[in-house]
């Protein structure tokens, strides 16, 4: 096989998306094994390339096992319009299922509507389509003959042109295909997430800004461009925003991001940890000390936050906020001195002086500074220190080496402490097997979301076993319990458990007839394939649907909406706007025809 590593795309991927590319390039000239399945079915979910998904995506003898190409559907890191098919494809085979329960007098209706969308997949995917169909003893069309896959590749490949995204998902507000008074017109009007979500993270402020004004930013897409942005003036923006500023998940975002500025998650964890101490109460003098403390770090800014959690969750301490608050006083109560600065030659302090800051500091700066200390005994004092809190900690595990996290996930206390736990996990050197000892920390479905969604995490079983329990979890739920998971993940869990959550008829229909549904879970079900088609009809009724012109256009999109649905909706849209779905090859053929 000619070397990959002449790709010069390659230099464009870190460090576990190329060994990742390694493996499928091995692999692909040949029929896969069980495990090889297995892998590729985690890659499809799990990966946030869009080479590596279009490498898969254009492996036909991948796509015949149907684990894989349902991954490579889901997942929203996939180029939009290789998605978009991939979609059609699962689409189709659900309106089979659906057909085969269907009343009598609708089985013609619904057989006519999969020959249509059948005709309408891309040549590609038909092979595809029938071998699946062959493997459930479903013949797609009247002669049940299948059309043969595509030899398997050879070994000498030219990997560039393969793993190049097709041009319409290229050509993105960021890229050279636009623009600037294009790009800013696409920030305000798309309805692509991956696109508004390249626009929030761009480096241009006034794009980002447009971005900001896009009526389908949704709390879900803040967090997710926290999450990949490394432009620090972005996070001040978010911050500044009111309709951001109290949103929990967005502040937890800001604490979570690799590219947040140190200050600012300064300010944000000090408010996070007075917040869990005054809901935990002063059990005892200890307790009340550190509320005092912690009081006197807060920043101005953040009393804002702070009132508004006492106004929700503790009226009794608003009088207590506001003594604190007119006092303005930020004098650090502990060791008078600290950590001595580096000398010119590059020595440290005495061991001594270290020891005793790591058994006796109290102060933020100090604790963070002796768990980075040369000497891992100095490190394993500092565990010990009563004034170590658990959000300390797991903001310094991030700038721990491996030795030193791997210390902390074997310490008796704090490998059992839930936020410590998450921290950890997220380490991109700690070893499997410890990652997979600390999942049994996590408390709720957020974190196991948080560990599926982290594109550096190396550990597939990790992963796997995250999902697994993220099923467990909504599984054992109920059904208002289910509606509430699904809103605060913002329809994340959608993502992750498609099978389990579209399939959930009676919860999915008690959320939509919610008329202060975010828009961004609408839009969600309304792309989905799989999403049944009474709760379709549902939306098309919903109020937010007038406001929301991607969301109509996604149902018209979608080959499942109930033709009655259909064409009401259609008569909504402007000439404008029928035009430009006019030209997309996905609007079923009935719309077609009617326009």
């Not at 795309?9 to 390039?25: I, K, M, Q, V, W």
Request: some cysteine.
């Amino acid at each position: 096989m000619r070397e990959t590593t002449e790709a010069p795309f390659l230099a464009t991927l870190g460090e576990s998306d190329r060994n990742h590319f390694r493996h499928l390039a091995l692999i692909r000239p040949q029929l896969p094994s069980e495990t090889q399945i297995r892998m590729l079915e985690g890659l499809a979910h799990s990966l946030a390339s869009p080479r590596l998904l279009t490498l898969m995506a254009r492996t036909p003898h991948w796509l015949a096992h149907w684990p894989i190409l349902l991954g490579l559907a889901e997942n929203e890191a996939t180029p939009e319009s290789i998605r978009r098919d991939l979609e059609m494809v699962v689409s189709l085979f659900d309106q089979m299922r659906e057909m085969d329960h269907a009343p009598a007098q609708e089985k013609d209706e619904r057989a006519e509507a999969v020959k249509t969308l059948y005709h309408q997949l891309s040549p590609a995917l038909k092979p595809v389509a029938k071998l699946l169909a062959k493997q459930l003893a479903r013949t797609v069309s009247a002669t049940g003959t299948t059309q043969e896959l595509p030899p398997l590749p050879s070994e000498d490949e030219d990997w560039e042109t393969l793993t190049a995204p097709p041009a319409a998902a290229v050509e993105t507000p960021g890229g050279g295909g636009f623009q600037r008074e294009d790009r800013l017109a696409r920030a305000r009007e798309t309805a692509q997430a991956e696109e508004l979500l390249l626009c929030l993270t761009d480096a241009d402020p006034e794009i980002r800004q447009a971005g900001m004004q896009n009526p389908l930013v949704s709390e879900d897409l803040i967090c997710r461009a926290l999450g990949q942005c490394g432009v620090p003036d972005f996070f001040e923006e978010v911050y500044a925003e009111a309709r951001w500023y109290f949103r929990e998940p967005v502040r937890a975002g800001i604490l979570e991001a690799p590219g947040s500025p140190p200050e600012l998650s300064r300010r944000v964890g000090i408010a996070r940890e007075l917040l869990a101490a005054l809901d935990r109460g002063a059990a005892g003098r200890s307790d009340l000390r550190r509320i005092v403390s912690l009081f006197t770090q807060l920043e101005e800014g953040e009393y804002q936050f702070v009132t508004y959690w006492a106004k929700r969750q503790a009226p009794h301490l608003l009088r207590v906020v506001k003594y604190f608050y007119d006092r303005l006083q930020r004098q650090r109560n502990g060791v008078s001195g600290s950590l001595p600065e580096r000398v010119e030659e590059g020595r440290w302090a005495s061991l001594e002086e270290r020891v005793f800051l790591a058994t006796q500091g109290t102060q933020e700066d100090q604790l963070m500074q002796v768990l980075k200390d040369p000497d891992q005994q100095v490190m394993a004092l500092a565990l010990e220190n009563p004034a170590l809190t658990s959000r300390i900690l797991a903001s310094a595990v991030p700038t721990l080496d491996r030795d030193r996290a791997e210390r902390v996930a074997a310490h008796r206390t704090w490998s059992q402490d839930p936020l410590v736990a998450e921290a950890l996990v997220h380490h991109p050197h700690l070893s499997e097997a410890s990652a997979l000892r600390l999942l049994d920390a996590l408390q709720g479905v957020k974190p196991c979301i948080e560990v599926l969604r982290n594109p550096r995490l190396p550990h597939l079983e990790v992963k796997r076993r995250a999902l697994e329990t993220l099923r467990g979890l909504y599984l054992a739920m109920d059904v208002p319990q289910r509606i509430t998971a699904l809103r605060a993940s913002g329809g994340e869990l959608m993502r992750h458990l498609p099978q389990e959550v579209l399939q959930d008829e009676e919860t999915l229909r008690q959320m939509v007839a919610d008329r202060q549904l975010d828009p961004g879970i609408l839009l969600r079900l309304t792309r989905n394939k799989l999403t049944p088609r009474s709760v379709l009809e549902q939306i098309a009724g919903h109020p937010v649907l007038m406001a929301h012109a991607p969301i109509m256009s996604e149902l018209l999109l979608n080959p499942k909406t109930p033709r009655e649905a259909s064409v009401r909706i259609w008569g909504l849209l402007s000439e404008v706007e029928q035009q430009q779905l006019l030209r997309s090859p996905h609007l079923p053929a009935a719309l077609r025809h009617l326009a």
